[in-house]
C-alpha cells in the first residue's frame, strides 16, 4: 500500500467526503492520490435525527455503509488518527501507519463528551432520559414523547458548540406539538434550559422564534447549563451561568443535549488553536501557520454554527484553494460564514434560517424566510436528504 498522497483528507464525515468528491471531479489527475481516514464503518445522515426522535423519520434511512460513500478514484484506509506531525507532513495512524502528505484537509467532526453531565450517559436511554445526539439511542426520545402523559418535559442545550445549534429547540417543538395531539399539553409544562443568551443569535430569526415559544407557552430559562441528572430522583442541576448559583428542576422527562468538544487527536495535536479546534483562516479556511493543510466542517474554529449546510459552502473554498496552491496560482476561494438551520418548529412547519458571519440574513428563496411553512419542512423532511446523499456527497453541489 502507498505511504505518501498528494491529498490527505482525515474524516468520512459530510466535509471529508465533499472535498474528495469535488477534488476528484475539478482535478481527474488525483485519481488514487487522494486518502481518507476514517475508522467508521457507517455514514450518517444526522440532520434527519431530530424528525426520528419526533416519531417523523426512520433512523434505518439515515444510514449508510462507509464504503458506498467514498468517492470512486478515492482511497479510505480504515484506522483513526493518532497524531499529526505537521513540520513534516505527515500523520500516524492508531495501528501505527504512517501517511506523507502534500496538502492536509483536516475534517474530523466534534467529538460528544456523554460523561461531561454527571449522569446521563448512564441513564441515556432509561427513565425518560433521552437523547438525539445518538444513533443508538434516538428511537428512545419518540418512545419517550409519545408515551409522556403529562407533567414537565424538560429540553436542554449546553454551555459548549453543539453540531446544528438549533436541534436542541427543534425536538422541544416536535414534542409540544405531539402533546396537543395526544391531549396531554393541557397538563404538561415544558421547559427550555438553555445555556444561550436567547434562543437565537440572529435577530430576524429569533424574533420568529421567540413568538413559537409565546404561543406554546414555553417556559425559557437561558444561561442555565445542565451539570447533573439524577435519574432516579428525575432531578436535573443546572448552574446560573452568571450568578454561579445551583439550580434544580424535576422533571417527567428530559431530552438532555451532551457537551461537545474538538476531537482529542486536533486537540493534542500542533494543529489547534488555544481551545482546541483546528486553527483556520475564516475565509481561506488555510490554517494559520501550516500552509499547506486545510480545515473545514465541525473540528475548524470557523466562528459560525456547525451544520452540513455550512460545509457545502466551504468545501468549495478548500477545494478552489488547494488546487490553486497545485497550481502555484494565488488563492481565490473565500468563505463568508454562511450557514443554515432549518428550524422545525412542529409537524409541518418549519422557519428555515440562513446567515453568514455578520450574522445578517442571507436568504435564498424568494420569501420570507422567517415564516413558519410547511413548503420548508416538507424540504427538509424529502428533498434535503436526497440533496445530500445525490448531489453534496458526490461533489456536485
Known sequence: MKTSYKVVI?????????????????????????VIVDPADKHYYQPLWTLVGGGAAKKEST??????????????IQDAVESFSPEDNRLTTAKGQTLAY???????????????????????GTKSVCSNYSYDHVDYTWETIR????????????????????????????????????????????????????????????????????????????RRNLTEIKA?????????????KIEEIRYDMIHA???????????????????????VHKHTLQHIRFKNVFGLGDSSNLPTSKTGAAIRKQAPVVVDN????????????????YSSCPLVTGYNKLILAEFNYEKDPTESMPFNQAVERASM???????????????????TM
Open 10 to 34: 482525515v474524516g468520512g464525515g459530510s466535509a471529508g467526503i465533499t472535498v474528495a468528491a469535488r477534488l476528484l471531479r475539478q482535478y481527474p489527475s488525483l485519481m488514487e492520490d487522494v
Open 257 to 279: 443535549t451532551p457537551y461537545m468538544q474538538a476531537p482529542a487527536f486536533i486537540r493534542n495535536s500542533p494543529l489547534s488553536d488555544a481551545t482546541g479546534w483546528t486553527d
Open 63 to 76: 444510514e449508510r455503509e462507509m464504503a458506498s460513500v467514498i468517492p470512486v478514484g478515492a482511497i479510505w
Open 322 to 337: 488547494i488546487i490553486a496552491l497545485m497550481r502555484e496560482q494565488p488563492m481565490n476561494g473565500s468563505y463568508d460564514g
Open 377 to 395: 419542512y416538507v424540504m427538509k423532511k424529502d428533498l434535503l436528504p436526497i440533496m445530500y446523499w445525490d448531489g453534496m456527497l458526490k461533489g
Open 232 to 244: 432516579d430522583e428525575k432531578i436535573a442541576v443546572f448552574e446560573n451561568m452568571d450568578t454561579q
Open 102 to 124: 502534500d496538502y492536509l484537509v483536516v475534517a474530523g467532526g466534534i467529538e460528544i463528551n456523554w460523561k461531561a453531565i454527571k449522569g446521563l450517559e448512564e441513564a441515556l
Open 147 to 222: 408515551s409522556f402523559t403529562g407533567g414537565t418535559a424538560l429540553f436542554t442545550h449546553p454551555a459548549t458548540p453543539v453540531k446544528c445549534g438549533g436541534a436542541p429547540q427543534k425536538i422541544m417543538y416536535l414534542a409540544d406539538d405531539h402533546f396537543s395531539r395526544s391531549g396531554v399539553r393541557n397538563k404538561s409544562n415544558i421547559i427550555f434550559g438553555s445555556a444561550n443568551p436567547a434562543i437565537f443569535d440572529v435577530a430576524k430569526y429569533r424574533l420568529a422564534l421567540e413568538k413559537v415559544l409565546e404561543r406554546k407557552q414555553i417556559d425559557t430559562r437561558f
